[in-house]
Structure formats: structure tokens, C-alpha cells
């Protein structure tokens, strides 16, 4: 079956820097486009990043464009998010999501297959 499994979230101070990965197993991650959501307390989830299924085109949401840089290794099977300049409302649970498309996709609810989540929190 397929597994998303989140990691690398976490406290950090705000200014600081935090790596997320996801690692994929059950599915050709190769063709699949990925994204990663957030979602904060008592708000809907959100669009954070997304990127093609080569990895060769990115989009971002306006709020992290400039500070956080999404990626992948198809090699190893990961998706990773690299977040700086973290601000205390970067804070919310992180999730990674798997979409079979050759465009971009913001809509979370295109996206067929989803991790657990992982916690960042930002302090000010």
C-alpha cells in the first residue's frame, strides 16, 4: 500500500531554519507531481509547494516563495521541503501529498495520496 511518511519538523526559533522530508514507498513516486500542505489550528488546510514529477518545475504559495525551497531525489524515493526564515506563522502541521498530474496543482483535494503530518512550530 502506499506510505508517505513525514519528518524533520519540529521547535525552532523564529529566523531559524528547518529541513522536512517524505519519504514514499508503494508507488512509482517518479510519475506522481507532489505537494506539501499545511495546516494551522482552526484554519483550513493549505497550498505550501508543489513540484512536477521530474522535479523540473516548482510553484509556490506567495506567503513562502523566497524562503522555502521544495525538492526531490526520485533515486531515493523523498521529497523534501527546505524552510528558512521561519516566522511563528509558518506554524502548523506539515503534510506531503501525491498527485498524478503534469500541472500544477494547489487543490489538496486533487491530490490521491497523503502522509500523516508532521509538527513545526515557530517561536518568536
Known amino acids: 500500500q502506499v506510505q508517505l511518511v513525514e519528518s524533520g519538523g519540529g521547535l525552532v526559533q523564529a529566523g531559524g531554519s528547518l529541513r522536512l522530508s517524505c519519504a514514499a514507498s508503494?508507488?512509482?513516486?517518479?510519475?506522481?507531481?507532489m505537494g506539501w500542505f499545511r495546516q494551522a489550528p482552526g484554519k483550513e488546510r493549505e497550498f505550501v509547494a508543489y513540484i512536477s514529477a521530474s522535479g523540473g518545475s516548482t510553484y509556490y504559495a506567495d506567503s513562502v516563495k523566497g524562503r522555502f525551497t521544495i525538492s526531490r531525489d526520485n533515486a531515493k524515493n523523498t521529497l523534501y521541503l527546505q524552510m528558512n526564515s521561519l516566522k511563528p506563522e509558518d506554524t502548523a502541521v506539515y503534510y506531503c501529498?501525491?498527485?498524478?498530474?503534469?500541472?500544477?496543482?494547489?487543490?489538496?483535494?486533487?491530490?490521491?495520496?497523503w502522509g500523516q503530518g508532521t509538527q513545526v512550530t515557530v517561536s518568536s
Open positions: 508503494g508507488l512509482t513516486f517518479s510519475i506522481y507531481a
Open positions: 501529498a501525491a498527485v498524478p498530474s503534469t500541472a500544477v496543482v494547489t487543490t489538496s483535494t486533487r491530490y490521491r495520496h
